[in-house]
């Protein structure tokens, strides 16, 4: 996907994106090493895999723009 130069104020919303997913996938883990109920871990750890997901594609989306 071609997005061309992005603006200084969009590489910011990323680092920001990007910082609220890692908080969001170290929080989600946590609670997953936590939980007793098989399935809600599992599901915790979907969501905490699903947030890595993110953080890499807006890793990779910066990466481009320097």
């Not at 992005?6 to 990323?14: D, G, P, Q, V, W």
């Not at 939980?35 to 890499?56: G, P, T, V, Y």
Request: overall charge negative; hydrophobic content about 30%.
């Amino acid at each position: 996907m071609v997005y061309g130069d992005l603006t200084n104020k969009e590489i910011s919303y990323l680092q920001d994106a990007l910082e609220m997913e890692n908080l969001c996938l170290t929080k989600y883990s946590v609670y997953a090493d936590q939980c007793q109920d098989d399935e809600l871990k599992d599901i915790l750890f979907n969501i905490s895999k699903n947030k890595r997901q993110h953080a890499n594609e807006l890793k990779q989306l910066m990466r481009h723009q320097h």
